[in-house]
């Protein structure tokens, strides 16, 4: 057939502007810009589909779902072949991607009192309670129970139910910052006299991947994030470090230092990636 004649086809073929959820939508997939569906593997999926100036069929899965682009000129039917030579594996990226995006939106966390977040690896709540006087530190936590029932810790905080979000947010941020850093600090000395090297300056970074760094001038930078993290982990981080001031790269011999200190951390090393974290 004619490129031509099979691309006033394809314009002419019916193409719902938003095809309708199907019965079972959880085990079906609808992009929101969605105009044509498939059934792939065994699951209908409803797909983004564009032309565009391009050589080949190209897809990408994200959180919304599947997208397809194809040349101006390559029939349906190529299209269609392309989809289910990949079914199974747009199937399972269908999947992931969706179980990741569940997983980043619970950790959206709302600054309110009664507010749950993670701290050394355990739960803590916000009061709010602007009765008490913490120092100038604007935050305390307590040693006990919030309650009989309930065994997560409390973080007092000096505001008052009228604050904003931000308010409460930057509280809490401030009083975490205070407590990294003086736990970070200890860890250092702990495993610099371990590995017989000696820091000298410890700042807080705020990135969005990178855990910590390591100068050749014995500076360390630890992300103040790592709080979140049960001891452990903040350990290896830190030793991981450490062992930059004696093996400036990641080869066998760097990975040998770390191990003499911490021999389990690779486990830890792969709790890093957790996606339950508050996302700030």
Do not use: C
């Not at 690896?121 to 602007?130: A, H, Y």
């Not at 947010?169 to 371990?194: I, N, S, Y």
């Amino acid at each position: 057939m004619h490129p031509l004649l099979r691309y006033t086809l394809d314009l002419f073929e019916s193409r719902p502007d938003a095809p309708e959820p199907p019965a079972s939508a959880g085990h079906n997939w609808v992009h929101p810009q969605a105009t044509r569906q498939v059934r792939l593997d065994g699951v209908m999926v409803s797909y983004a589909f564009t032309r565009a100036k391009r050589r080949s069929i190209g897809m990408v899965v994200g959180h919304e779902g599947l997208s397809v682009r194809a040349p101006r000129w390559t029939p349906l039917y190529e299209v269609d072949a392309a989809l289910q030579e990949k079914a199974r594996w747009i199937v399972r990226k269908l999947h992931e991607t969706h179980e990741r995006h569940v997983r980043q939106s619970e950790t959206h966390i709302e600054w309110q009192d009664g507010t749950v977040f993670p701290f050394l690896g355990e739960s803590l709540r916000i009061v709010l309670d602007p009765e008490h006087n913490f120092d100038g530190a604007g935050a305390h936590m307590e040693t006990g129970n919030f309650d009989v029932d309930d065994a997560t810790r409390v973080l007092r905080v000096g505001l008052s139910q009228a604050a904003t979000p931000a308010q409460i947010r930057d509280g809490v941020q401030a009083w975490l910052m205070r407590q990294a850093k003086e736990l970070f600090a200890q860890r250092l000395d702990h495993f610099a006299a371990l590995l017989d090297v000696r820091w000298k300056r410890l700042s807080l970074s705020n990135a969005g991947t990178r855990w910590g760094s390591a100068g050749a001038d014995g500076s360390i930078r630890l992300n103040w994030r790592l709080i979140h993290f049960r001891p452990a982990v903040i350990d290896y981080v830190v030793a991981h470090e450490l062992s930059h001031l004696r093996v400036m790269d990641h080869s066998p011999r760097f990975w040998d230092t770390v191990r003499t200190v911490v021999p389990d951390y690779a486990v830890l090393r792969g709790q890093l990636k957790d996606d339950g974290l508050p996302k700030w």
